[in-house]
């Protein structure tokens, strides 16, 4: 059982990650700033059940953040309507850059594409 949760948002300069996986009776936490060196906790719960309780209850949190599961990478799982928006939201982004116009619409549409494309640069 694993799961990887981003959160993007370009107002607060936030594009962090938060990773887990239960293997056994272990819970492996990892989090950080997308693109840099993960942070890594090991939870020693002692069996499976305890370990999925407490991965189950961690991303509850984590969602209530306003967390949302992405992936760690692009890979064949991507949707064509996804790759499609994407491309629909770089036609919003590029003419916004070219103007240097960064109002809302050019916010709403970069949180949009960070959420569908994880970047390894992160934001800074």
Known sequence: MEIYLVFVDAIQ??????????EDGNLT???GR?????????????????????FNNLVA????????????????????A???????????LRPAVALQNFGDTYISALNEYLKIVPHLWGCR
């Open 82 to 92: 996804d790759i499609r928006r994407a491309i629909q939201l770089l036609n919003i």
């Open 13 to 22: 300069n936030s594009n962090k990650f938060w990773a887990a996986i239960v």
């Open 34 to 54: 997308v693109g840099y060196q993960a942070q890594t906790k090991v939870h020693t719960l002692g069996n499976h059940q305890r370990a999925v309780s407490k």
């Open 29 to 31: 936490v990892q989090w």
């Open 61 to 80: 949190e984590k969602k209530a953040k306003g967390y949302s599961e992405s992936q760690p990478e692009i890979d064949a799982s991507r949707s064509v």
